[in-house]
């Protein structure tokens, strides 16, 4: 996966694509007074304010295969990173039943070592830089999920190099990492997936703004 980061650094920085409205909202007068008469009615006076976008209300505008698309993307780093939850799903197996559903997924995930890396290339090639087949709500998403993974080289790394034996504090501070990168992992496949089905645009701590500098 160092390839993959390498792609990240060398990509230069977007800059973000701003319109008319945003800039219309970020000035102190919302209010447009318009040259009437003066016996003009009240109404005809004062325009009506615009009202503020919430860009994370897109509820009424995304359609369904961009929320399908950009909800899946989140599965990408879940499946890369279920091995950090190996402690914590043997000490409680209502989590194996939680992800039981996702069995034929991992299957397919790990039915070989190239595998991750061909979804790697796949999202942020086909998906990421495709301005004219995704929308922008779509290539967001995948880029969160693509950060996301990329994040988890420092803990395969630290798992690999400095895993201490069982038994001691060492390896009960090592099995609370582990449980707590999983679990980051768990939540951001449940809320970017689930705010992507409701087109909303979820923004990920971390990652969202490594993202957003990607995208176009």
Do not use: W
Request: charged letters at 15%; proline letters at 8%; glycine letters at 6%.
């Amino acid at each position: 996966m160092a390839s993959a980061v390498s792609l990240l650094l060398l990509s230069p920085p977007r800059q973000l694509h701003r319109d008319g409205t945003s800039r219309l909202l970020s000035t102190p007068h919302r209010r447009v007074l318009l040259a009437a008469p003066t016996n003009a009615t009240p109404r005809r006076l004062l325009a009506a304010a615009p009202r503020a976008s919430n860009n994370n209300d897109n509820s009424g505008a995304m359609k369904a295969p961009d929320r399908l698309v950009a909800a899946v993307a989140y599965l990408y780093p879940f499946l890369d990173g279920t091995h950090h939850g190996r402690f914590l799903l043997a000490q409680f197996p209502f989590f194996r039943a939680v992800l039981r559903p996702l069995a034929p997924a991992a299957r397919i995930f790990h039915s070989s070592p190239l595998t991750p890396f061909l979804l790697f290339l796949t999202l942020y090639f086909a998906v990421v830089r495709n301005q004219q087949s995704f929308s922008r709500f779509v290539r967001f998403n995948a880029m969160q999920a693509v950060v996301l993974d990329v994040l988890l080289i420092f803990p395969d790394l630290l798992a690999q190099s400095f895993a201490p034996p069982s038994g001691g504090v060492g390896f009960e501070v090592f099995q609370s990492m582990e449980s707590t990168v999983f679990l980051f992992l768990l939540v951001s496949l449940v809320y970017g997936g689930g705010a992507c089905l409701l087109g909303k645009t979820p923004r990920l701590p971390i990652v969202a703004d490594a993202a957003e500098r990607q995208v176009m």
